[in-house]
């Protein structure tokens, strides 16, 4: 059994920065993939940016420049660094872990833009 926490949402103003952060734990031998999801209203979910164990990252085209991922792999957590925010970015930031028994969501930490 894996567990899936994020934390860090909130309400914010248009060019803010909020920190989410993400901590797996239970039954985990090694992470292969930490990440985050985002679904806004009325949208599908969509990948925002994910870290490999090895340090490899992607990020979405509609954040880069603006957020920012990192891990901590002794601490099983990742984070997202999201500054500069835009309306576009309210949306219910969902953490992914991938580990070799399949994948595992958070339930998710509501972010919202707005003036």
């Known amino acids: 059994q894996v567990r899936v926490v994020e934390s860090g949402g909130g309400l914010v103003q248009p060019g803010g920065s909020l920190r989410l952060s993400c901590a797996a734990s239970?039954?985990?031998?090694?992470?292969?993939?930490m990440g985050w999801y985002r679904q806004a209203p009325g949208k599908q979910r969509e990948l925002v940016t994910t870290?490999?164990?090895?340090?490899?990252?992607n990020y979405a085209d509609s954040v880069k420049g603006r957020f920012t991922i990192s891990r901590d792999n002794a601490k099983n957590t990742v984070y997202l660094q999201m500054n500069s925010l835009k309306f576009e970015d309210t949306a219910v930031y969902y953490c992914y872990v991938l580990i070799r028994g399949g994948g595992n969501w958070g339930q998710g930490t509501r972010v919202t833009v707005s003036s």
């Open positions: 870290i490999t164990s090895g340090g490899t990252i």
């Open positions: 239970g039954s985990i031998f090694s992470i292969e993939i």
